[in-house]
């Protein structure tokens, strides 16, 4: 029998320990000097006490991390995707005259429609917890079901396999639940095996496998309980539509897991982890108060302990002194050690603390460009969440909305989403600094040369494309100029005219007079 004919829980067993374990066990370990909770330790309940560390730079770092790529990745009442028309069809809405920008406008407002489906399904929050999992550990998987909210599994939950490119072969879900959620006919098939195999604890949770399988251009699944495949349970998808999205923060040949961002840091943690426990013991012990009380002399040490603030007690003081632990420069060597790590961990986790420089006049344009610099550091992480996490995630919502009716079916390889977030943003925003470095550098030269050499129209579109604003309606087009232009000539004509007009109208109007006055002095003779 070959291995994928054995049942769910044999097979997920089996790639647990021999892939999957050495990863698992690498996130725990980074998760300790984190947030312990994202993996805790096997055999850990709902009852379990997490051990805190003795130091918080970790756990900011993670949050801040996770929320500045939320913000990136998925920006708030902004689409961080667009459907692009491919150029053959480009071409030909270009022959018919406002084609396109009928066509440019539908798929704005299905645009619109896709980003109000994930804001209602609430799906941010999510997200976030998938992004933490990521820096921690490395590997998460997202659930997209036909409705609802977007599930997060961590990696102690499931096990992937994946071909030498990366693809998706395998992935076995492992959930346990109480026997009282699981629906009536997986309750039935449970009681059945009750007659059969004997008596089962049903008090203790019941495990759950589910298996999706890639079979030639589409996923399959099904669900499998105490080795019995559950009926109707069955399912398929295209292979860009799948609902199981397993991702990674690193890509590495050869592996089916990927490695956690918190990993690259673990010696900086571990050590900031050592140095706070250090120091906190050690600032204990300075802070206790302890006399000593020469055995010898004529002072009690009972006078000395039991008498109130302020009291007076026989004695010398030649008798009595403070025991200190004089570790004052050790102390501070440690807190020298200790800061510099922080500073590259704050640097590393792109903190603003780090990215201001410590002085009395810090200008804007240094925080920006630092700013700039960190950011792209998550260069090569955004191009493999861009592919691996975004577009999927799209693509799911999307066909999910066009089954349920909410939006029109489009047609297949005429139009596809295309990812304007993440890396994409990056490279906007180089763009954009060149094109403001680049008028200041013509500046000098002055109005008139500009505006003879320059197409201020196109800069002002390629201003626009790299803020990512909509200038549909806000800049005016080659045409809606033109006709601008030809009505200001026509009433300039018009003015012109009338100009010409009033010299001829004088005179004539002298000599009306003239003849009325003297037609007028005739009949009255």
Known sequence: MSEHQNTCAQRYDKLASDKREVFLERARECAKL?????????????????????????????????????????????PFFAMRVDDFTAQELAQEEGARAKVDEALNKYERAVMQEIENTGDRAGHFEALKHLIVGGNVLLQVPKEGKTRVHSLENYVVVRDPQGTVLEIIIKEELSYGSLPEDIQEMIREQIKENGQIDLSKEVAIYTKVILEGKQYTSYQEVMGQRVKGSEGKWPKDKSPFIALRWTTIDGEDYGRGYVEEYFGDLKAIEGLSKAILEGSAAAARVLFLVNPNGTTRAKDITQAPNGAAVAGRDADVTTLQVQKQADMQVAMNTMSTITERLAYAFLMNSAIQRQGERVTAEEVRYMAGELEDALGGVYSILSQEYQLPYVQRVIARMTTAKKLPKLPEGVTQPVITTGLEALGRGHDLNKYDMFLKALMPLGPEVLSQYMNVGDYITRIGTSLGIDLDGLVKDAEQLAAEQEAAQQQQMQQQMMEMAKPAVGPVAKEGAQALREASQTGGQ
Do not use: C, D, M, W
């Not at 909770?37 to 003795?54: A, I, Q, R, W």
């Not at 993670?62 to 990136?72: C, E, I, M, Y």
């Open 34 to 78: 984190t947030i312990p909770t994202l993996f805790p330790e096997t055999g850990h309940t709902k009852s379990t006490s997490f051990k805190t560390p003795y130091q918080g730079i970790g756990a900011r770092g993670v949050n801040n991390l996770a929320s500045k790529l939320l913000l990136s990745l998925f920006p708030p009442n902004s």
